[in-house]
């Protein structure tokens, strides 16, 4: 979802190597057009099209656990092109200066063109979002639209320059009532952004699976064994864009891990209601 540019190289002067070097320069024209501005990539889920809303509030405990949905083992290879996915593009964040007061996290105090009130109030607010309104909370934010998205609130850099750090939250948790029980079941996908996964480099794969045209590292899942070093307990890709390529892709790490931390706490499920 968020992209991260690497500032390009500068030569000091030969002539005086104190002499402090100018500010970057940037070309808007030669990086990347996938990463300006900001754009998310919104996936149509079968999930969505397989399984029917609930009709009233759900109940799920520890006791009587609702039943999972469907596992496919071994997972099937992707076919989806990047065709299918639908780019939805954030203006007010086309560099890293715009982070992060500009990140698509929700309306804040936009009004709607319509009538002229605000799109979502700040306190008391009992719009439900789905299904209805996801298409005008879209302009705003990609979550619940895709929730395998991370809701992302914050970045910043360690004190040393060496680490991005991303705050993301659980959507999931922001309206609990059981006015919202459409909204709970459409975010449930957010447990995704808590829970680490094992991951592989591989090379030679089928064009027929994907093919943007950029000549990139590609990854697989796999078990935790099989995993490189840094890709044992990961879960997104880091894109660092230096220019029309890509500069360096690295893998995220969570400063702890999310379901071991739940099971130490006894709880008994990673996702509440």
Known sequence: LVNNYVSPSHQRSKANTNQTPP????????????SVPLSAYI?????????EPPT?????????PRPPGEFIIPLPLRTQSPESLRR??????????DLPHNLPVDPGYATRRSDGKFVMTVVKNVDVI???????????????????????HDVFSSDDGTKI??????????????????????????????QPVALKRVKDVPKALWDDGVEEERFQLS??????????????????????????????????NLEWINWRKRMDSMLTS
Request: some cysteine.
């Open 88 to 97: 939805v593009t954030y203006p007010k964040v086309s560099s890293c200066t």
């Open 23 to 34: 500010p970057p320069k940037w070309d808007i024209s030669s990086i990347d057009p996938r």
């Open 223 to 256: 078990s935790l064994e099989e995993a490189d070093d840094d890709g044992r307990e990961t879960r997104f890709l880091c894109h660092f864009h230096g220019g029309t390529t890509y500069s360096n892709v690295t893998l995220s790490r969570y400063h702890f």
């Open 56 to 64: 009233e509030p759900m109940t799920d405990s520890f006791e009587a």
């Open 130 to 152: 789905y299904p209805d309104l996801l298409e005008e909370r879209l302009e705003y934010t990609p979550v619940d639209s895709d929730p395998f998205l991370p809701w992302i």
């Open 165 to 194: 750090n991303f705050i993301s939250q659980n959507k999931r948790r922001c309206h609990t009532g059981s006015k919202f029980f459409r909204d709970i079941w459409n975010l449930e996908a957010q447990v995704a952004i808590m």
């Open 43 to 51: 996936e149509k889920y079968q999930y969505y099209t397989s399984h």
